[in-house]
């Protein structure tokens, strides 16, 4: 096999076993697990390998069947493309791991097949978004990944699961919308779809339709925005990831609201000119949604009772973070929000599936019902603690690296008003996090808690691993910080 091909193959071999997954269900059930597991391996390891081809010899061009655009599909393989190709395979491997056994406990063992076909539909659609190159492929890979987000959460088959799919599928019918008028009017005013054709074009016709333009790019940011839970267009995300199973929870907050994210940094630092974007308010709009998103958000997390619901809020907050680093349009605050992507999705993913591990041991929801976790669960709850001080920016954990490049960014855009955003909003993520910590470890196990069942290998590996990686990129982050570092210096041509 030709690494040429590697960047498409690494979003075909899921979709094509995806549509194979019922078939194995139906006949060779056995083969589902497996067959999940070595889809999104090739894909991870296909993504490691495109990663140090682009570091040595820099970001290249995929077309299928050897069209050149404008007329044939485009991926384009660049830094930012393969780190979120890592991401979110790596991430995506272990979610699916916990979930194979946690699973059992929360769907039915006949839904298990279309789970994992789901799953991989949705890992090919954010892998697609990640890499391609046109305004087409985007939208269809939106779609998909839609449909399929909203399909794991309402298979959990509860009143409060379909309801909360029904409220994301609105909201993200909406989203859509909004998206596919933007893509109509780009196609309008340039004649073309791929995104460096359509980068040329406006900036031809920035001066004839710039009223045009700007309507388009309104309507891009209101459709990501929704589908990323960008304050104040957030409401679904509450319901939908604290009613899901724990590994829906932690792969909606820890990489599909991300994945969209992605997709915005990649329209306003790529398609959309420069100097349109620094003529209008957008940068600025952006700051501020994020500021609401990261205080609001935490002061909602505050008031929660129910562990899952708490998380939830969380990631409205965490997710200010990644579009107050685009916003602030420096090279180190683009370097912190990039990064906060896959520190976020190590933590956040972790500690939904700690939590859903308290869950399947205990059936216990209620933050106050937790005490003494810690001492008859002691690696989850480690876990857990893990994940919380990375949330809270303690130092040797990797949300302290992300938060210091932001903070470095609002002193480089001078803009300290926003470094003290990150710092209240620390604090605050301290307030409903370190309670919590300390009645695990220093209270006294009762009821249900003082006796859990055990964890199977399959939920507490994928714990230990998340735990281990907060903590080594956060200790060395060198490698790391490089590849996002060059992923910002081409996004803002340097």
Known sequence: MSS??????????????????????????????????????????????????VMASGPFHYRMGDWPPPWGIEFYIDHLAVFMGITLTGVGLLIIIYGSKDLLHEIKESLMGWYYTLYLLLMASMLGMAFTNDFFNLFVFIEICAIASCAIISIKDKRECIEAAFKYLVLSAVGSGCILLAIAMVYMITGHLNFNFVAEGLQTAMSVYPKNILVALALLMVGLGVKAAL?????????????????????????????????????????FPADFVGMIPVMNMLLWMAT??????SMFAIVQEDIKKMLAYSSIAQIGYVFLGVGLMSQNGLIGGILH???HAMMKSMLFLAAGAFIYATGVRKLSDLKGIGHTMPVAATAFTIGSMAMVGIPATNGFISKWYLALGTLDANKPLFAAVILVSSLLNGVYYLPIIVNAFFAK???RVAEPERLPVQMTVPLVVLGFGCLFFGVFPSRLVELVTRAAQVLRGF
């Not at 979003?11 to 194995?24: E, G, I, K, Q, S």
């Not at 609401?292 to 958000?297: L, R, T």
């Open 341 to 343: 992507i896959i520190n």
């Open 231 to 271: 304050f104040p267009l957030h409401v679904w995300l509450p319901d939908a990831h604290s009613s899901a199973p724990s590994p829906s929870s932690a792969v909606l907050s820890g990489l599909v609201i991300k994945i969209y994210a992605v997709a915005m940094i990649k329209l306003l630092y790529r398609v």
């Open 445 to 447: 196990p009762e009821g």
């Open 4 to 53: 040429t091909h590697l960047p498409v193959l690494v979003v075909v071999v899921p979709l094509f076993f995806a549509y194979l997954m019922p078939l194995f269900a139906r006949w060779r059930k056995k083969w589902c697990l497996p067959v999940t597991l070595g889809a999104i391996t090739f894909s991870l390891f296909s993504s490691l390998y495109m990663a140090q081809q």
């Open 292 to 297: 609401f998103a990261i205080i609001v958000g």
